[in-house]
């Protein structure tokens, strides 16, 4: 083969293998490694099988591809082609503004002093006020509503 095609083959491999890396492989390092060395062959095979002469002008050539090959791919515009645009939109719970200090429920599962309590048909995760524990099915009024965490204390009446 034609030393031309060699080197032209070996760039072309080089380049396809950085972009590899940037854009599929990213932190992998090995397409990486791969496309640098091929990169620094082409250059060293062009000065030693053709000419000091060949040999500066694909070092010149690689340079200056590598160069708009990395500006065209960092430019936000190529990332915002492939960026997740999708939001999430669960929560973690219900709305515990719902529920008001004075509020009457019953507890689903033990608390201790954290659990499980119903208040208009909706569960939420309540603590005990006191911090002291509470039987299943136990009725319970709402204390306080304080950073989104309900505290209930045990009543007697429903």
Same mark, same amino acid.
């Given at each position: 083969?034609?030393?031309?095609?060699?080197?032209?083959?070996?760039?072309?491999?080089?380049?396809?293998?950085?972009?590899?890396?940037?854009?599929?492989?990213?932190?992998?390092?090995?397409?990486?490694?791969?496309?640098?060395?091929?990169?620094?062959?082409?250059?060293?095979?062009?000065?030693?099988? =053709?000419?000091?002469?060949? $040999? @500066?002008?694909?070092?010149?050539?690689?340079?200056?591809? +590598? /160069?708009? #090959?990395?500006?065209?791919?960092?430019?936000?515009?190529?990332?915002?082609?492939?960026?997740?645009?999708?939001?999430?939109?669960?929560?973690?719970?219900?709305?515990?503004?719902?529920?008001q200090p004075g509020e009457k429920?019953?507890?689903?599962?033990?608390?201790?002093?954290?659990?499980?309590?119903?208040?208009?048909?909706?569960?939420?995760? =309540?603590?005990?006020?006191? $911090? @002291?524990?509470?039987?299943?099915?136990?009725?319970?009024? +709402? /204390?306080? #509503?304080?950073?989104?965490?309900?505290?209930?204390?045990?009543?007697?009446?429903?």
């Amino acid at each position: 083969m034609a030393p031309v095609y060699v080197i032209l083959t070996l760039v072309i491999l080089g380049l396809l293998a950085l972009v590899a890396e940037f854009l599929l492989f990213t932190g992998v390092g090995i397409s990486g490694i791969v496309g640098l060395g091929s990169l620094i062959y082409a250059c060293v095979y062009a000065f030693t099988k =053709v000419g000091v002469k060949a $040999g @500066s002008i694909t070092t010149a050539v690689v340079c200056l591809i +590598v /160069v708009v #090959v990395l500006i065209v791919i960092l430019k936000g515009k190529t990332w915002k082609k492939l960026e997740l645009k999708d939001e999430i939109q669960a929560s973690a719970g219900p709305d515990v503004s719902a529920v008001q200090p004075g509020e009457k429920g019953r507890t689903i599962t033990r608390l201790a002093p954290m659990g499980t309590a119903i208040f208009n048909g909706v569960r939420y995760e =309540v603590k005990s006020f006191d $911090g @002291s524990m509470i039987d299943p099915s136990a009725y319970v009024e +709402v /204390v306080s #509503v304080e950073d989104n965490q309900i505290c209930v204390k045990v009543t007697n009446n429903q």
